[in-house]
């Protein structure tokens, strides 16, 4: 079986080792992932 993993608290210990910059960047990173999923999916064409 696996282990469950919390994510959060992983997430929290890597963000704890960075500068503030740092952490803005992966921030704005996130942002333009989501951003880019988001326009992604709305190409999705649509077959019935």
């Given at each position: 079986?696996?282990?469950?993993?919390?994510?959060?608290?992983?997430?929290?210990?890597?963000?704890?080792?960075?500068?503030?910059?740092?952490?803005?960047?992966?921030?704005?990173?996130?942002?333009?992932?989501?951003?880019?999923?988001?326009?992604?999916?709305?190409?999705i064409?649509?077959?019935?």
């Amino acid at each position: 079986m696996k282990t469950p993993v919390d994510y959060k608290e992983t997430i929290v210990k890597e963000l704890e080792e960075l500068s503030p910059e740092l952490i803005q960047e992966v921030v704005d990173f996130v942002e333009f992932l989501k951003e880019k999923k988001r326009k992604n999916l709305t190409r999705i064409p649509i077959c019935f």
